[in-house]
């Protein structure tokens, strides 16, 4: 069960909907940075790995993904594997089957 979140300046999570303003989608996007900034103090591996997925699965290989607007081999390989995961998920949800229903 996979429902798209949004997280505000105050860390409460927010359901996405199709009606988000712009300045609302900035916020959102800020969810990569807090995500990065909540893991990247621990010790274990793991969590430092978690952390570089966190703040770098929104980055393009073109450079116009977000947080720092990283390209190609900049952007390290956690992030690059989890964004095509993503791609992938999203392909198959009907979140996204919805979303273009109207197109």
């Known amino acids: 069960f996979r ?3 949004k997280i505000d300046d105050t860390a409460n999570f927010n ?10 989608f900035e916020i959102m996007k800020t969810h990569a940075q807090i995500g990065y900034e909540m893991l990247k103090h ?3 591996d793991i ?4 952390a570089i997925v966190a703040r770098e699965h929104h980055e393009k290989y073109d450079g ?3 947080p720092r ?3 190609g081999e900049e952007i390290h ?6 964004a095509v995961a993503d791609v992938f998920d999203a392909l198959g949800s009907n979140a996204i089957r919805d979303r273009y229903n109207d197109v």
Request: glycine fraction near 10%; proline fraction near 3%.
């Open 69 to 71: 607007g990283l390209k």
């Open 64 to 66: 116009s993904g977000y």
């Open 47 to 50: 969590i430092k790995a978690a």
């Open 77 to 82: 390989i956690y992030g690059r594997i989890t």
């Open 42 to 44: 621990s010790n274990r």
């Open 3 to 5: 429902v798209p979140l």
């Open 15 to 24: 359901f996405q909907s199709k009606s988000d303003t712009l300045e609302e």
